[in-house]
């Protein structure tokens, strides 16, 4: 409700839609073993680059439960609005994130999309400039693991916006 000094508004949002299920529940040693294979895939990267390529991944699969997640999780890290703002438009907006994230997040589009059914040696090349090779495996194994998440939480349509940041941690 919002209210000034001479009028009260109402306004209605749509109303939260019902998940499918709720898979953890059925697939508990699954969820378990995603929960510590994405803490493992993310060991060695900076908390805001894994961040954004989690937001990044999951703004391409249209994942608003992991959007939801992980721009909350990317806030309490320390990340900018306006970064995460920018992110589904960062080709056209460089100039606010480093050469790294830049390469990390060509990687990610890269990986998730597979359009073409690899990853083009131009992008694998600009990221390798950017990680050393452990860190370059621990980025990929990081795409591929919200890859996986958002592929959950589309599946089950997932509702956002009742996850509190380091829920799952």
Known sequence: MTTNENTTTTVEYAPEHTPRMVWAKHAPEVFKTMVRLDAAAGQGLE??????????????????????????????????????????????????????????LELTEAVTVLTDGFVPDEVYGKAAKHFDEAELAQLIAAIAVINAWNRFAVSTRAVPGHYRPGQYK
Request: glycine share 4%; hydrophobic share 40%.
């Open 47 to 104: 908390p805001k680059l894994r961040e954004l390529v989690k937001i990044r991944a999951s703004q391409i699969n249209h994942c608003a439960y992991c959007l939801d997640m992980h721009t909350k999780d990317a806030l309490a890290a320390g990340e900018s609005v306006e970064r995460i703002v920018q992110l589904g438009a960062w080709e056209e907006s460089r100039h606010f994130y480093t050469e790294r994230e830049l390469a990390a």
